[in-house]
T-cell receptor, first 112, second 114 residues
Framework: KNQVEQSPQSLIILEGKNCTLQCNYTVSPFSNLRWYKQDTGRGPVSLTIMTFSENTKSNGRYTATLDADTKQSSLHITASQLSDSASYICVVSAGGYNKLIFGAGTRLAVHP | SAVISQKPSRDICQRGTSLTIQCQVDSQVTMMFWYRQQPGQSLTLIATANQGSEATYESGFVIDKFPISRPNLTFSTLTVSNMSPEDSSIYLC???????????FGPGTRLTVT
């Protein structure tokens, strides 16, 4: 069964600190892995997309890694800001628009 | 990229009534999708809105409950029919830009059924 599991479910950090969110998946066939940021009351916004051959991709203070062998991905946030408070969703594509497998998300709260 | 707007942004409805949600995109797109996000959960695909033909529904979703229209390449509507409290969710419109992996999401419609 195709699954995407994220950890932790929720996380509280202080402003300026770094954090890493985890995503493990069992999806086949694998097409690409995406990280989205979803602010409260808003739709998800894409942060990074990685294909099988990519093992790291950055978008500003966000850096995603992908280990296709162990089927793990991480999203590292550097020097966190209050505006980073949101849910971060890991999504794996098994090929095709209707083959997106969504993780449950990690809810991050950045406190001053 | 694509900019997506949805109306209404939120609504509170009574059991047994219906609500139509509109989705407008700022450019022509082939693929438009409707998702549901129940409280505390992740997104579930309801259906793909096809221009000029019936929508394609995912397992567990039926046309009588969630009729969809797609009159052109920039607009779609989703109706939530005969609502019950279990339909309380965020409903999101999404589009895929042709030739790219990217899916763009609208801001969502927060529906509460009492």
């Amino acid at each position: 069964k195709n699954q995407v599991e994220q950890s932790p479910q929720s996380l509280i950090i202080l402003e300026g600190k770094n954090c890493t969110l985890q995503c493990n998946y069992t999806v086949s066939p694998f097409s690409n892995l995406r990280w989205y940021k979803q602010d409260t009351g808003r739709g998800p916004v894409s942060l990074t997309i990685m294909t099988f051959s990519e093992n790291t991709k950055s978008n500003g203070r966000y850096t995603a890694t992908l280990d296709a062998d162990t089927k793990q991905s991480s999203l590292h946030i550097t020097a966190s800001q209050l505006s980073d408070s949101a849910s971060y969703i890991c999504v794996v594509s098994a090929g095709g628009y209707n083959k997106l497998i969504f993780g449950a998300g990690t809810r991050l709260a950045v406190h001053p | 990229s694509a900019v997506i707007s949805q109306k209404p942004s939120r609504d509170i409805c009574q059991r047994g009534t219906s609500l139509t949600i509109q989705c407008q995109v700022d450019s022509q797109v082939t693929m438009m999708f409707w998702y549901r996000q129940q409280p505390g959960q992740s997104l579930t695909l309801i259906a793909t809105a096809n221009q000029g033909s019936e929508a394609t529904y995912e397992s567990g979703f039926v046309i009588d409950k969630f009729p969809i229209s797609r009159p052109n390449l920039t607009f779609s509507t989703l109706t939530v029919s005969n609502m019950s409290p279990e339909d309380s969710s965020i409903y999101l419109c999404s589009v895929e830009v042709e030739g790219m992996y990217e899916q763009y999401f609208g801001p969502g419609t927060r529906l509460t059924v009492t």
